[in-house]
């Protein structure tokens, strides 16, 4: 796959699928290529990233958009922990 990308000249995240994070400010995070949501509250939100898990801590945490490939979290975000 990173063969491909090279002659392509693509992000090698694009070609693998790989999950791809958007984060403004402390504000936003928008995640392209997820897997789900495994846990969902109001000061974390847990999202398969495949072969991670993404936590998104902070307060007042929403989920203000979701389709098929891209999700939108608003609120308060403190931190991002990758697992």
């Given at each position: 796959m990173e063969r491909t990308a090279e002659v392509f000249d693509l992000p090698g995240d694009l070609v693998a699928g790989l999950p791809r994070?958007?984060?403004?400010?402390?504000?936003?995070?928008?995640?392209?290529?997820?897997?789900?949501?495994?846990?969902?509250?109001?000061?974390?939100?847990?999202?398969?990233g495949g072969k991670m898990i993404l936590k998104v801590r902070g307060a007042h945490l929403e989920l203000k958009a979701m389709n098929a490939g891209e999700l939108l979290i608003t609120g308060e975000i403190a931190g991002v922990d990758f697992s």
């Amino acid at each position: 796959m990173e063969r491909t990308a090279e002659v392509f000249d693509l992000p090698g995240d694009l070609v693998a699928g790989l999950p791809r994070v958007e984060i403004t400010g402390c504000r936003e995070l928008r995640m392209e290529n997820h897997r789900g949501i495994l846990a969902y509250g109001e000061d974390e939100i847990h999202i398969s990233g495949g072969k991670m898990i993404l936590k998104v801590r902070g307060a007042h945490l929403e989920l203000k958009a979701m389709n098929a490939g891209e999700l939108l979290i608003t609120g308060e975000i403190a931190g991002v922990d990758f697992s």
